[in-house]
């Protein structure tokens, strides 16, 4: 099942290309940080695939639980953030906020215990890795939730702007389906990892990677009546 995790990546780092080009052409924060989150969706992605063909080591499942479990989504939910309210002391707290969650997590992560044993499985469980109860395996309840829920809620709140407004209709359905997409991710992909079940998170990861895609594309599709400097949503 290394194909699909493999195919993740890959279009996950075509999106991030993607929001890389868009950044350089408008200089905006939040693509910055989303291209910054779609480059990790990438390496988790890519790790998953490592671990699903060759087995798991302990470098692959730090890459997969730092930048795939964990980190990721605060970097979206922090360009949701700046897109939505654009306040020079608001950003400054963003960007602490960041720098604490990413030096807790890879610390923590860094200098968890392992079990050997669990690794020997197809795709590994964070609980049975760490232990339950364990700071490395609370990090996605503690970090990764909370920004989910504030990515989603942004994007549900600029559809909301945006609704029965004919012009910004590509928008609209575009912002819907980012938040789908990460909810496919967050929500179905998570389930089955708790699961241990590889293939079903493995098209959930190339399923939520596409979706979002999908959606930004859509959200930018210029047309002659859209002002040209409008956010992706």
């Not at 939040?30 to 779609?38: D, F, R």
């Not at 609209?172 to 938040?179: D, E, K, S």
């Not at 979002?212 to 859509?218: I, T």
Request: charged content about 15%; glycine content about 8%.
């Amino acid at each position: 099942m290394w194909v699909f995790p493999l195919a993740a990546a890959l279009v996950a780092f075509v999106f991030a290309v993607a929001l890389g080009r868009r950044f350089l052409e408008t200089r905006r924060i939040y693509l910055a940080m989303w291209c910054g989150a779609l480059l990790m969706y990438a390496v988790a992605s890519a790790a998953v695939a490592g671990g699903a063909a060759v087995g798991w080591s302990r470098t692959l499942f730090e890459l997969y639980w730092i930048f795939g479990a964990v980190l990721n989504v605060p970097l979206l939910a922090a360009g949701e953030v700046h897109l939505l309210r654009r306040n020079a002391v608001l950003d400054i707290a963003v960007w602490v906020v960041l720098a604490f969650v990413f030096a807790y997590t890879i610390a923590v992560t860094r200098g968890a215990a392992m079990d050997a044993a669990a690794l020997a499985e197809r795709l590994p469980s964070g609980k049975e890795v760490f232990g339950d109860g364990s700071a490395a395996f609370q990090l996605p309840q503690l970090i990764s939730i909370p920004s989910y829920l504030i990515l989603v809620g942004g994007a549900a709140w600029s559809a909301w702007r945006m609704r029965g407004r004919p012009e910004l209709r590509n928008r609209f359905i575009g912002t819907l389906l980012v938040a789908a997409g990460a909810t496919i991710t967050a929500a179905a992909g998570s389930a089955f990892a708790a699961l241990g079940n590889l293939p079903a998170f493995s098209i959930a990861l190339l399923a939520g990677v596409a979706v979002m895609f999908a959606g930004f594309l859509r959200a930018t599709e210029s047309r002659p009546s859209e002002r040209s400097d409008l956010p992706a949503h």
